[in-house]
Structure formats: structure tokens, C-alpha cells
């Protein structure tokens, strides 16, 4: 049974920093993908970043490129998205997801994952 559990959100100032971590169990990241994903409300799912287990490759939306780093520890099984410079239009709830079949790549698109997890709040306010 897969199972992803995000932590790390909570509040921040304006140009503050989080890390959010996504441990995964029953799938292995090292052959898998991880996205990340952020809904703020009354606006629809948009992706933020991903990472390929393969490869390591990786990809960023455009509104987070330059101040978001996704990594992963394949030991811990655990994918890390550092978020600096946050502005208060960061403000969501952030949720990472796997895919059922993974082709060896990731993509920014939620239609693409299977699995996912419950999702950590991160509020950027001053």
C-alpha cells in the first residue's frame, strides 16, 4: 500500500523560508517519480515541481523557478521541497503524489499521479 506524508508547512513572513518533506512508503523513490502540488483556495490544483527517481531530473513551475529546490534521499525514502524567497501568493496547501506506473520521467500534471497524501499548510504572511 502506498502511502506519502507531507509535514513542514506552517507560517512564514514574506521572503522567509520552508522545507516540506513528502516520506513515501510502499513505493520506491529511486524508481519512481514525486510532484509536488499547491492548492490555495476557490483557485484549482497546480503543479509546483517534480522529480524523477531514475534520472533526477527535475522540473519547476515558472512562478517558483529560481526560489524552490526539489531533492530527494532515496535512504529515507523522502523527497524535500525548499522553498525560499516565499511571497504570500505561495500561500496553499501543499500536497506531494506518485504515479501508479512510472515512465521515467515526471511531469507537473496531477492527472499523471495515482497517489497521494494529505497534504501541509503553508501560510506566507506578515
Known amino acids: 500500500q502506498v502511502q506519502l506524508v507531507e509535514s513542514g508547512g506552517g507560517l512564514v513572513q514574506p521572503g522567509g523560508s520552508l522545507r516540506l518533506s513528502c516520506a513515501a512508503s510502499?513505493?520506491?523513490?529511486?524508481?519512481?517519480?514525486i510532484g509536488w502540488f499547491r492548492q490555495a483556495p476557490g483557485k484549482e490544483r497546480e503543479g509546483v515541481s517534480c522529480?524523477?527517481?531514475?534520472?533526477?531530473?527535475?522540473w519547476y513551475a515558472d512562478s517558483v523557478k529560481g526560489r524552490f529546490t526539489i531533492s530527494r534521499d532515496n535512504a529515507k525514502n523522502t523527497v524535500y521541497l525548499q522553498m525560499n524567497s516565499l511571497k504570500p501568493e505561495d500561500t496553499a496547501v501543499y500536497s506531494c503524489?506518485?504515479?501508479?506506473?512510472?515512465?521515467?520521467?515526471?511531469?507537473?500534471?496531477?492527472?499523471?499521479?495515482?497517489?497521494w497524501g494529505r497534504g501541509t499548510q503553508v501560510t506566507v504572511s506578515s
Open positions: 503524489a506518485t504515479p501508479r506506473r512510472y515512465g521515467g520521467y515526471c511531469t507537473g500534471m496531477q492527472y499523471d499521479y495515482d497517489y
Open positions: 522529480i524523477s527517481g531514475s534520472t533526477g531530473s527535475t
Open positions: 510502499g513505493v520506491t523513490l529511486d524508481n519512481g517519480a
